[in-house]
């Protein structure tokens, strides 16, 4: 479990082929000699166990599943991913309950000043736009937001200098592709309504 509050943000080192999928070698500033191996990080939002490490580095193994269902086949050399490790029993919980399980890719179709924050409009899949709502929660490439409108086709979020300062959304503009985690309060609701109908 994480909390959608980035505590650092890596580097891609390395990516080399798998028979099924990738090995990822991601640079960090974590003490890595606390992090074990099989520990759980989610990079850029998703949760990946880590396979080996150095002493500023660590490695994971990404399925093709995961590269599928996510951004993470676009990732190149020198790529800035958003690093959160998992939590631990009395860390404090100040973004939202986060599993690290990608629902979908989501596309940002504008970025615009909003005083000195910055508005981003989010288009995600169809399939998971119903579980999107005003003042709800999501996870965008690990980052947890409050959503602050939905239209259509389409919700808004807004970050503030701090996060743009210390996440990768800060780079982030229109077209480009994001991991997307809905909450798991709606996830969960959605289905207990379903099984009403």
Known sequence: MFTGLITDVGRLRSRRPLEKGARIEIETSYPMAD????????????????????????????????????????????????????????????????????????????????????????????????????????????????????GAAEFGVCIIPHTAEMTTLGDVGPGARVNLEIDMLARYVARLLEKDD
């Open 35 to 150: 992090v074990a191996i099989g520990a759980s990080i989610a990079c850029s939002g998703v949760c990946l166990t880590v396979v080996d490490k150095g002493a500023d580095w660590f490695a994971v193994d990404v399925s093709a599943e995961t590269l599928a269902m996510t951004t993470l086949d676009d990732w190149g050399k020198g790529r800035h991913i958003n690093l959160e490790r998992a939590l631990r029993l009395g860390d404090e919980l100040g973004g939202h309950i986060v599993s690290g399980h990608i629902d979908g890719v989501a596309e940002v179709t504008a970025r615009t000043a909003d005083g000195e924050a910055t508005r981003f409009t989010i288009r995600p899949p169809v399939a998971l736009a119903r579980y999107i709502a005003p003042k709800g929660s999501v996870t965008l490439d690990g980052v947890s937001l409050t959503v602050n409108e939905v």
